[in-house]
């Protein structure tokens, strides 16, 4: 199955000064889309550590997706670091300049200019009626920070990410996860390729325990589920989903 | 000023099915305090990899935080790996299953016992009510992935963690980024020492951008503050607090 790797820039999130939405965002559609995303990492604006960080992840893993620092200021460095991650020089990308020109009706200034600086030899790809397109170096989608615009740029582009999706059941117990991982325990030893979680909720009052049970394959998930309930007694079950 | 790193344990976050609360709480945190979060890692619930990203943090960083992986199941992984990256044994700690008895008013089970397996040579604080301690090996301090939990038990050693709180100044703008980015850049150049965030924002109707100017010397962001204001026309800022 093909995986993935995310790299948040930005000094804001580890600052807290911003919640990041995006990873959340892309872990639910790689999920649904079937790939694997194996590693989320935030860091600062600094072009080394960039450069270091995605190159990589790049060759680690199928996909990697950078989120922030393509704007117009002295902390936007994606562009700069991923350049220099696979050694290529930044070059202006003129359609980028007529695109934006033409959205604001007067000639692009020097911000501006700078954000259509890219990696050359890079891949650029429409996004929509978005000036800026979806800029793809190697395996590398650059997204912007600004989670509306990831979101446009992401469902731009999603139908080119496609493994095979998990099925996903999740069970309610009523007992406490203490209770239940020895049963938890044995069911993986007749499941061993079983993708389960179990997650103790202390402040809900019809379940102390949410599992989920998760297979690329339904059949297999089905067995696993009936195996489970036959380990449970009937009343440890709150509800099935 | 002291560093700090925190590495996220968990299938449930990179599969998109919680979202991940512990880090915002933390990064704000920890920069209330003053210390510098420089690096957020999430990955899977696997032991070596755990083991050599907690390794590779404790050497970088003057201090480490992981959530997730300490519960009774087979998917709680993180105290066997902070073990292996320290070599060190596991061993049960008797204060802990008494604690937990004296709680529950039975004998530990099984899942209990392993749940108070904790790495050799660790310091254990009480965390207020909790029978679980916060667990620390060298510099590693281990907190549950439940948001309510993690919170209580930082809050509990909190003031072990303290640097130069920064001053934080937010500046809203009417203009474009691209149109006040040379002026930011300008900025920088007299105040380096300067931390500059710009964020655009595309839903709001009042304003186009946020800056967020910071230092931990109150005077020299003052400084900042009177120059950047200098820089911009009156009509240009929407407020500033």
Redesign the interface.
């Known amino acids: 199955m093909p995986t993935a790797a995310l790299l948040?820039i930005g000094?804001?999130?580890?600052?807290?000064?911003?919640?990041?939405t995006n990873?959340?965002f892309l872990?639910?559609?790689?999920?649904?889309l079937g790939v694997d995303?194996?590693?989320?990492?935030?860091?600062?604006d600094e072009i080394d550590l960039i450069a270091r960080e995605v190159r990589a992840m790049s060759e680690t893993y199928d996909y990697v997706f950078t989120s922030g620092g393509i704007?117009?200021?002295?902390?936007d460095l994606t562009m700069d670091a991923i350049a220099k991650a696979f050694d290529r020089d930044l070059e202006l990308n003129q359609s980028m300049v007529e695109r934006m020109e033409r959205q604001q009706g007067t000639p692009a200034?020097?911000?501006?200019r700078?954000?259509a600086m890219i990696p050359s030899g890079c891949q650029v790809i429409d996004a929509g009626d978005l000036w800026f397109p979806v800029v793809i170096v190697e395996n590398v989608h650059i997204f912007p920070g600004?989670p509306?615009?990831l979101q446009k740029k992401f469902q731009s582009i999603r139908d080119r990410f496609r493994g095979v999706p998990?099925q996903?059941l999740r069970i309610y117990v009523k007992r406490r996860?203490?209770?239940i991982?020895?049963h938890?325990?044995d069911l993986?030893v007749e499941f061993p390729e079983l993708?389960?979680?179990?997650?103790?909720k202390?402040?809900e009052r019809d379940f102390r325990v949410l599992l989920?049970l998760?297979s690329r394959d339904a059949d297999y998930l089905s067995r696993a589920q009936q195996s489970l309930l036959a380990r449970l007694d009937d009343d440890a079950i709150f509800k099935i989903e």
């Not at 000094?11 to 990041?20: A, P, Q, T, W």
């Not at 872990?27 to 649904?32: D, F, G, H, P, V």
């Not at 993708?195 to 103790?200: A, D, I, N, T």
């Open positions: 948040v000094n804001e999130i580890l600052s807290g000064k911003v919640v990041d990873s959340p872990a639910t559609e790689l999920r649904s995303l194996e590693r989320i990492l935030t860091i600062p704007g117009p200021t002295h902390d200034n020097e911000s501006q700078k954000m600004i509306k615009l998990f996903l996860e203490s209770d991982a020895d938890l325990n993986l993708m389960l979680g179990s997650y103790p202390i402040e989920t998760e």
